[in-house]
């Protein structure tokens, strides 16, 4: 095993226990897991819940909605942390909220991660014991229930969606929980400025159109109106929620649906916009965009055309041979590529 911090979590996924509740975001190889474990597990990453449930487990898709558990009733909570703050203090928060008396919060993750700092803030909100082992860098704290505090960690209110001015038009409804959520991405500006020049018709966009890797919905939102047949989809809960409600929000008729990387829709896009993630979580995961790639081939009608923003070090044009006949880069500014790909194969 070479992610020490994986090896622990491993360690006590394999440990049966009652009323135990395992959260995950982004960042784990659902093969590397056990089958058929005897407890729950939900998380925001669409794809990981549907191959940790494929391997047998309870699962649940959600924004790590826990409203249905009722005040102490966990004996468990495994959670290896996550990369944003507010996530992982939400998290923490609930804990003190679910866990009975003397149940134990487990705590994961690289000292680079900040898990020392997460363990001391988590001991203080739950009011009990804290214990931690180390192997090399990596951290497994755990941390029991006494007499929580009242005083919660901030956690900028995470589960709320809230208007943020990002741009000069309307405000855009968006979340802590998702990619970005707090900025426009420069790459997917660049594309939206020069989407008009690259598919050679104006916007707002006619025909059925994608926006593969949505987010809050940023590109559909602006390249798209109440006319347009459009279709959002993202792998993560916090954006389809956020992205649903921009769309109602604007009166865009769009359907917004989870996927990875499209991989459950059904073809026949005429225009597909794509700003891809490139790394998945803490590590970098090499074949996210070949995945992107190949559902877009899929799902692109006959006289489609698909618009990709990328870095100018991912090698898109080389990853979209033998996929499509029509590979075009349509302007680059010196950070970003724009690449058109046309006639799937
Ligand atoms: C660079 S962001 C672009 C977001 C948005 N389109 C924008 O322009 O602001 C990439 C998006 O891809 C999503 N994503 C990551 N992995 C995915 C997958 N396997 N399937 C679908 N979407 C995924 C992320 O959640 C994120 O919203």
């Not at 549907?50 to 004996?75: I, V």
């Not at 996550?82 to 003190?96: G, T």
């Not at 709320?160 to 741009?167: E, G, N, S, W």
């Amino acid at each position: 095993m070479t992610d020490p911090v994986l090896n622990l979590l491993l360690q006590d996924l394999r440990h049966r226990s009652e009323r135990t509740l395992w959260l995950v975001d982004e960042n784990i190889p659902a093969d590397l897991c056990p089958a058929q474990p005897g407890f729950e597990v939900i998380g925001n990453r669409f794809d990981l819940i549907q191959a940790l449930s494929a391997r047998g487990w309870t699962t649940e898709f959600s924004d790590f909605d826990l409203s249905r558990y009722p005040d102490n009733s966990l004996q468990r909570i495994i959670y290896r942390v996550s990369k944003e703050k507010p996530v992982v203090h939400y998290l923490i928060n609930q804990a003190a909220r679910l866990l009975q008396t003397e149940g134990e919060l487990i705590l994961i993750g690289d000292k680079s991660e900040g898990i020392k700092t997460y363990s001391r803030k988590a001991q203080q909100r739950l009011g009990g014991t804290r214990e931690e082992r180390k192997q090399g860098s990596a951290w497994r704290a755990v941390l029991t229930r006494g007499s929580a505090t009242d005083e919660p960690l901030e956690d900028q209110q995470y589960r709320q969606l809230r208007p943020l001015a990002l741009d000069a038009g309307e405000p855009y409804l968006s979340k802590p929980g998702l990619y970005g959520w707090n900025k426009v991405d420069r790459g997917s500006a660049f594309l939206l400025e020069q989407l008009p020049a690259m598919l050679g018709q104006p916007l707002p966009l006619r025909g059925r159109v994608l926006d593969l890797g949505c987010g809050f919905g940023y590109l559909a939102l602006n390249a798209c109106d109440s006319d347009t047949l459009l279709t959002c989809t993202d792998n993560n809960a916090a954006a389809l929620y956020a992205c649903r409600e921009n769309l109602a929000h604007r009166d865009l008729h769009g359907e917004v649906i989870a996927s990875d990387a499209g991989r459950e829709l059904q073809p026949g896009f005429d225009t597909i916009m794509c700003n891809p993630p490139f790394h998945a979580g803490f590590g970098v995961e090499g074949d996210l965009t070949d995945r992107f790639l190949e559902q877009t081939r899929r799902l692109l009608a006959p006289g489609g055309s698909a618009c990709f923003v990328v870095n100018l070090h991912i090698p898109l044009e080389r990853k979209a041979q033998g996929r499509f006949a029509q590979i075009r880069c349509h302007a680059d500014n010196g950070h970003f590529k724009l690449i058109h790909l046309s006639q799937a194969l």
